[in-house]
């Protein structure tokens, strides 16, 4: 499996027989030429997860890839076939399964609104997207996509949530909170499970995990 983190919550998995992008927001940037994908996976609407207008221009340049999108995108996107999807929901995709988990975003803030997220699973476990929550996959997960910040996060629960599910690698996302990694990084990676290698991946390039 490649994966590629094009900043925040966006990342393009790719395995021998799928490419599949996720969250592709306004915090994030380097995918809007991509070609070739198999599916688009949407967790929840917020703009940091879901930019529409460059979503909108990625799906035309790409007219056979699945959207796949939580209660409140999938929308906004119909008149490129998204499907509606909801925690508990499997897809088999030629040549990839997806799992969908979860289904409501996580507490931001007292009265602050609520939203719909869901979390992707992609082939069994091989890499777990959870959005912005922290539902916890009932299989071993290998690549972890680990948020470290955000209004609805803090560090230590980052830090909890990767020690409970301790995946072989954990990627961090959903960084762009931040306004100096080296902090989060150290901390997470001082309190990474054994086990587990830590992996920070450069912006925009394809890393073999």
């Known amino acids: 499996m490649k994966i590629t983190h094009y900043g925040h919550a966006c990342v393009l998995i790719e395995t021998a027989a799928a490419r599949i992008l996720i969250d592709p927001g306004t915090l994030s940037n380097g995918y809007e030429g991509l070609l070739d994908l198999t599916a688009l996976l949407i967790t929840h609407n917020h703009e940091d997860h879901f930019d529409l207008p460059k ?57 602050f609104p609520g939203s719909a997220n869901v979390g992707y699973l992609i082939d069994g476990g091989a890499f777990f997207h959870p959005g912005d929550a922290l539902d916890i996959p009932d299989v071993p997960i290998d690549v972890l996509g680990l948020p470290i910040s955000g209004p609805w996060i803090k560090l230590g629960d980052a830090i909890g949530y990767l020690r409970q599910i301790s995946p072989r690698v954990a990627i961090p996302i959903h960084e762009a909170a931040w306004a100096d990694l080296g902090m989060p990084h150290f901390m997470v990676g001082n309190f990474t499970p054994e086990g587990t290698a830590f992996t920070p991946l450069p912006a925009g390039v394809a890393t073999e995990v």
């Open 55 to 111: 979503i909108t221009a990625l799906l035309e340049q790409n007219p056979a890839a699945v959207v796949l999108a939580d209660r409140e995108s999938a929308p906004s996107l119909e008149g490129f076939g998204a499907r509606t999807v909801d925690g508990g929901d499997h897809i088999d995709l030629d040549g990839v399964s997806i799992d969908v988990l979860g289904g409501t975003h996580a507490a931001i803030f007292e009265n």
